[in-house]
Nanobody, 120 residues
Framework: QVQLVESGGGLVQPGGSLSLSCAAS????????MGWYRQAPGKERELVAT???????DYADSVKTRFTISRDNAMNTVYLQMTTLKPEDTAVYYC??????????????WGQGTQVTVSS
């Protein structure tokens, strides 16, 4: 089993900044990719940003000029730096990881979620 533990989040005013981090632990042979998704009330969960083991990065169009994803491979940790936050960024943010536990078996894991609220 693999556990993803998120930290960060909270309440911030519009235009402000916030950072999230997510640490993976457990039966990890190799991490294929880690990333962040978010779900606002009444909406489906959506991709925010992902980063793969080769350093390839994808962003949602709505965040690509404002958010930065990074990864510490040695620490199995992924970060999300969020700037110029908008009320529409308000959501529960979930860490996601695609992890091989051995040479052949990979699974997808989710963190428990952390609330980000952008409001004045």
């Amino acid at each position: 089993q693999v556990q993803l533990v998120e930290s960060g989040g909270g309440l911030v005013q519009p235009g402000g900044s916030l950072s999230l981090s997510c640490a993976a632990s457990g039966s990890i042979f190799r991490i294929v990719a880690m990333g962040w998704y978010r779900q606002a009330p009444g909406k489906e969960r959506e991709l925010v940003a992902t980063i793969n083991s080769g350093g390839g990065i994808d962003y949602a169009d709505s965040v690509k000029t404002r958010f930065t994803i990074s990864r510490d491979n040695a620490m199995n940790t992924v970060y999300l730096q969020m700037t110029t936050l908008k009320p529409e960024d308000t959501a529960v943010y979930y860490c996601n990881g695609r992890v091989y536990s051995d040479y052949v078996t990979w699974n997808e894991y989710w963190g428990q979620g952390t609330q980000v609220t952008v409001s004045s």
